[in-house]
């Protein structure tokens, strides 16, 4: 069916674009909502913010009875930098496709930009979607890579910059994957960690992130009671940690274990500078409009990503 090409036609087709990208972003937002359980999560007021780490825990110390004494802990203090990145899109929509009523091809497009404003796509996709570098190549607070161990050959200092630290790592490379063995080594492994005092950095697990292949064992291990690999044993890791599946993993046979409760000592940091909206160019005056027959609808938005504290993650790889 044949549709003028007016102005009034053209708004009511600007309204029912922006319903579809609101309804991808609605969708998206519904299914980020967990993922962002694993971050500080906060605005942005500017091209970017610091934030100050600590690595140790607060400790409160016995005053003696009948003493005047102020003991006095001093405490080190690590900033980091998380820039706002500008991230944008733009759909051309043809006048003849208007005019002959083929504009519900563009339907799951605009669906897409609102979903995708929020959870990015291939290849810049990440393990927390809007989180991380896939490449686990970001660096810490403390200069070295965030995940940090076999993976990479690196490690993190003990005490931060201080030479002849000891280490520690939360990469871990396993050839058997998830199992409820290494599930076990990672649990241990991240129970373990040392603030720069040398005692424990108060890291106890209460997520488990799978790429799909691990979704089974990973559902045995958090939900069980009675698991058919413990041949039929109690599971000691029953109620330990929630299960999140992270559907961009597909393939990489991976899995982290993450500590989320405290929402200021978190992995991961999400800003907000700009919130993502749409935009359209659709006036017989516009450039693209006049010379070329296209009517422009872009996506656009200011949002930044960082890491955290690094011992409140570890992460487990085949390779």
């Given amino acids: 069916m044949a549709i003028e090409v007016t102005p009034a036609n053209l708004t009511a ?10 309804e991808g972003l609605t969708e998206a937002e519904l299914e980020q ?10 605005p942005s007021g500017s091209a970017a913010n610091i934030y100050t780490f600590h690595p140790n825990q607060a400790r ?17 203090v690590y900033s980091q930098r998380v820039e706002n990145d500008r991230r944008e899109d733009v759909v051309e929509v043809h006048r003849d496709h208007i005019a002959d009523d083929l504009v519900g091809q563009y339907a799951g497009m605009f669906s897409d930009l609102g979903f995708f404003s929020v959870i990015r796509r291939p290849p810049r996709s990440t393990p927390l979607r809007t989180l991380v570098p896939y490449t686990t190549l970001g660096l810490g607070y403390d200069g070295k890579p965030f995940f940090a161990g076999t993976g990479n050959s690196e490690s993190h200092p003990v005490k931060p910059f201080q030479s002849g630290s000891a280490t520690q790592v ?22 373990g960690f040392l603030g720069e005092d040398g005692k424990s950095a108060g890291s106890r697990p209460n997520l488990l992130l799978v790429s ?30 929630d299960l999140m599946v992270i559907q961009n993993w597909t393939g990489l046979n991976r899995w982290e274990l993450i500590d989320n409760r405290q929402p200021r000592r978190r992995p991961f940091v999400r800003q907000e500078r700009e919130a993502f909206a749409l935009y359209s160019q659709i006036n017989d005056t516009d450039e693209s409009v006049f010379a070329r027959d296209t009517f422009r609808y872009k996506v656009t938005g200011r949002d930044g990503t960082g890491y955290g504290y690094w011992y409140k993650a570890l992460l487990s790889t085949l390779t």
């Fill in 212 to 241: 799909p292949e691990y979704r089974g064992v990973g559902m045995d291990i958090c939900y069980n009671d009675r698991p058919s690999t413990l041949s039929g044993g109690g599971n000691p890791w029953l109620g330990k940690c």
């Fill in 33 to 42: 909502s967990a993922i962002l359980e694993t971050a500080f999560v906060g």
């Fill in 60 to 76: 409160l110390v016995k005053k003696l009875r009948d003493s005047d004494e102020l003991k006095v802990r001093g405490v080190n």
């Fill in 13 to 22: 087709l600007n309204v029912m674009l922006v319903s579809l990208f609101d």
């Fill in 170 to 191: 939360n990469w871990l490379i396993q050839a058997a994957g998830l199992t409820f063995t290494t599930f076990a080594t990672g649990y241990a492994a991240m129970e």
